[in-house]
């Protein structure tokens, strides 16, 4: 098959008619972001009525048991029902270990198939068309990507979706690779048409191509530092990169093409949206920072104004992005500045009526080392600046309401998501004169240190008191001090120092071994057939993929199950 496209010697009209066929297309591709939101409502739409039908077959009274779900179960409805459920559990799985999800990667491969075909369509012979086209195509698609990185609360697409920046952000990357693809191709056709012409050199000196060459330079910084393995080498560094390229990056291709000037400006009134609202949506409040005894952990009490509290009480297990301000970095840092760009999320482990209680781990990073240091300072109360509330949660169901069973597990500082959901799931089952044995909690930790934040001393503590969360420790004292030299996990998820105490704050209550997820997952579905089960996780990659993976048996049987796993990630 001989090759489709050739150098032609286009007339002003033809080249007039091009430049109306790039803008045309151009336009088609950014449009059609609107089609996956527009499905996405069709499919909540459709969920809405299917569950609307269900509920005035089925009386409210019936139980598990009745006869009535029973038939509901064996039904036409009943059977589409469990195989969708299925499905939906096996294209929210990793597509391999450690990658995205399969249903991820089909949506990837869908969109870029999509784009391709606009990229090629009705580019005749015009070689120069189907190469400006790719470029075209690549530049409008900014604005949505841009979009998908806002970490305000008023993100669009967030709203949209019901979803919070941490679920977008895996979209947001899948974004970038495919942009990154098309400006490959749009550069390599752009090339090779500059070596078949002979313009080689005289091209290369021309400021639009040199504007070019560097704005595509920095876009392979971008995708290359993007990569897991670099960011677990350092996030700061490729945190740092992606902020700085990706604001240069707009005025390169404003001055790079005319036509493209477009897409730079809505993606940078995105930008400038998104940075304001994060901007009135932080404050600054004088911090108590304490360290918790035999561990790495440092616990920070912050108080917020009265404005802003009832966010942080009406939804637990939200995060906020904590900065440290100028003047409460320490004096010795060997490069203060960096905290100029470093916002760390951390769970909110608790919400009072004037504060809040942040508990992190302190490891290698600046953020965790500077608090560190200030938590030695025990009168100190500094500054302390923080974005939020943000997080899922806010979209969460209401679990006590909406399903049968409630089971949520933690491993190690996991539980400063975990904890505040499960006390307020009980609150709600209490409320509702529900019985407490129908939310579980497992926490999973390698010593009792790990638990004295949670331990209330003027009042006794719900975890100590509560027959429904079982401790597992899966270290000893002994075994802390063999193992105090330990290194540090690479997911961070446990690290402590030598323990010198007699009695432990918390007992092993579940026993001193790592929890036996199949058993504990087989004990919360076996109550009932037609019972709903939600199943929140929170802590070490592999004990969310072990506990996802015994879900997924009782969800092949056909049973209704939300899950929720938490994780930043990287």
């Not at 290359?224 to 700061?236: N, P, Q, V």
């Not at 069973?405 to 998501?417: D, E, K, M, N, P």
């Not at 089952?429 to 407490?436: I, N, Q, R, T």
Request: with cysteine; net charge positive.
């Amino acid at each position: 098959m001989a090759w489709p496209y050739h150098l032609l010697d286009l007339t002003h009209e033809q080249k007039h008619e091009r430049r109306l066929l790039l803008d045309r297309y151009g336009v088609y591709a950014q449009l059609s972001a609107f089609i996956p939101i527009l499905a996405y409502q069709l499919y909540r739409l459709a969920v809405w009525v299917y569950s609307e039908r269900k509920r005035s077959k089925v009386s409210y009274s019936a139980i598990p048991s009745s006869p009535t779900l029973k038939r509901s179960r064996v039904s036409t409805s009943g059977n589409f029902a469990r195989n969708w459920r299925a499905t939906i559990w096996w294209l929210e799985g990793e597509f391999a270990q450690g990658w995205p999800s399969r249903g991820k990667f089909i949506a990837a491969g869908v969109w870029v198939s999509w784009l391709l075909f606009l990229c090629v369509h009705n580019t005749g012979e015009d070689y120069l068309h189907i190469t400006k086209r790719f470029g075209v195509v690549a530049a409008s698609q900014f604005p949505v990507h841009y979009m998908l990185s806002m970490k305000s609360q008023y993100s669009p697409l967030a709203f949209v979706f019901r979803s919070s920046h941490e679920q977008l952000n895996a979209w947001h990357r899948i974004s970038g690779r495919i942009i990154h693809f098309l400006l490959l191709c749009h550069a390599g056709w752009y090339i090779n048409y500059f070596v078949q012409a002979g313009v080689v050199k005289k091209r290369l000196t021309d400021p639009v191509v040199i504007v070019g060459i560097i704005g595509l330079v920095l876009i392979d910084i971008v995708a290359a530092t993007s990569l897991e393995r670099m960011r677990r080498w350092s996030y700061r560094v490729f945190f740092i990169l992606h902020l700085i390229i990706g604001l240069w990056l707009l005025p390169l291709i404003f001055f790079h093409a005319k036509p493209l000037r477009i897409y730079v400006i809505e993606a940078l009134v995105l930008f400038l949206f998104d940075l304001t609202c994060r901007n009135l949506d932080t404050v600054t409040g004088f911090a108590t920072i304490t360290a918790v005894p035999h561990t790495k952990l440092v616990k920070l009490k912050i108080p917020i104004p009265e404005s802003k509290i009832r966010r942080f009480q009406s939804k637990p297990g939200q995060h906020v992005y904590l900065s440290i301000p100028p003047e409460s970095r320490p004096l010795l840092s060997s490069a203060p500045w960096i905290h100029d760009f470093l916002y760390n999320p951390f769970s909110v482990a608790k919400a009072s009526g004037t504060d809040i209680t942040l508990v992190l781990r302190a490891l290698h990073g600046p953020t965790t080392k500077a608090l560190s240091t200030l938590a030695q300072l025990s009168k100190a109360k500094p500054p302390i600046k923080i974005q939020g509330p943000l997080g899922c949660s806010q979209r969460f169901p209401n679990l006590a309401a909406e399903y049968d069973r409630v089971l949520l597990v933690a491993g190690g500082i996991g539980s400063t998501f975990i904890l505040p959901i499960y006390l307020h799931v009980q609150e709600q089952l209490a409320a509702e004169g529900k019985s407490s044995d129908r939310a579980k909690l497992i926490w999973s930790m390698r010593s009792a240190a790990e638990a004295i934040w949670a331990v209330d001393s003027e009042k006794k503590n719900t975890v100590v008191e509560d027959k429904n969360a079982k401790v597992f420790l899966t270290r000893s004292n002994s075994d802390d001090q063999q193992h105090g030299d330990e290194p540090i996990p690479a997911d961070g998820s446990v690290e402590l120092d030598e323990l010198q105490w007699t009695e432990e704050p918390v007992k092993a209550t579940g026993g001193r071994e790592r929890p036996d997820l199949r058993k504990i997952v087989d004990g919360t579905f076996r109550h009932g057939n037609e019972e709903r089960v939600a199943v929140l996780v929170c802590g070490p990659k592999q004990m969310a993929r072990e506990l996802r993976e015994q879900v997924g048996r009782w969800v092949k049987k056909g049973r209704d199950v939300y899950f929720h796993d938490e994780s930043f990630g990287w």
